[in-house]
């Protein structure tokens, strides 16, 4: 029938944009994430630290840095006990001559931000026809960007410090208490197995679909005054 086949070359041509959308933001945010990346990583180093010391307060922090693993760029954390801690049946006193070393890919800080933003830029705009020709498309463009800001910050913030953390009890327990569940191992578990496109695609999901409410109430208030005005 006629009306069917327009549905559906309406749904396959929606489906070609956002493809097209996706590879586009892709090999524009790629090669800046590669260029950019170390630089953007650095600047979280300082919130990086204050987080890895708020959620393993049982380490002191000696250093947390970008370094070299072989050709690849990793972010390592020196720590070393920062008082008595008992594992188990183990208990564990301070040495100043006992570190330990944890790391992690830069580049795994990266993925979730990524993946958030392809998930923006691919996303429709809501009854989009024509690119930005509709009406209030550039509003919900910048609606989307402004909520995803804080939610970028949220996802590069919750990754690596806690990855790292994570990381290290899971070689404490590992050696002292296998059977110990620790909510840091979990998460780092969580994140290593996907955990990081699946939150990057949930804060692109949330800030597009939170700034569709914050335009309807502009658009709703544009509509009654206009209303008011032909009354």
Do not use: N
């Not at 586009?24 to 300082?46: D, Y």
């Amino acid at each position: 029938m006629p009306w069917m086949d327009d549905t559906r070359g309406a749904s396959l041509r929606s489906a070609w944009a956002v493809v097209c959308r996706l590879l586009l933001g892709t090999a524009v945010l790629l090669p800046v994430g590669i260029v950019f990346g170390e630089t953007l990583v650095s600047g979280c180093l300082g919130a990086y630290r204050a987080i890895f010391t708020w959620v393993a307060e049982d380490f002191r922090l000696l250093s947390l840095t970008i370094d070299h693993e072989g050709l690849d760029r990793v972010l390592r954390a020196r720590v070393a006990w920062r008082h008595l801690v008992v594992v188990g049946e183990t208990v564990i006193y301070p040495d100043p001559r006992g570190v330990a070393e944890a790391s992690t890919l830069m580049a795994y800080a990266l993925h979730g931000p990524l993946v958030a933003l392809l998930t923006v830029i691919a996303w429709p705009l809501r009854g989009q026809r024509a690119s930005f020709k509709r009406p209030g498309a550039w509003l919900e463009c910048t609606a989307r960007g402004v909520v995803l800001v804080p939610l970028l910050a949220i996802l590069a913030l919750i990754d690596a410090p806690l990855f790292l953390a994570g990381e290290l009890w899971a070689l404490v327990l590992e050696a002292l208490d296998p059977d110990a569940i620790s909510g840091l191992v979990l998460w780092r578990k969580f994140l290593s197995g996907g955990g990081r496109f699946a939150l990057g695609a949930a804060a692109g999901v949330t800030a597009v679909v939170a700034a569709r409410g914050l335009c309807r109430f502009p658009q709703a208030l544009f509509s009654r005054v206009v209303t008011a005005d032909r009354a």
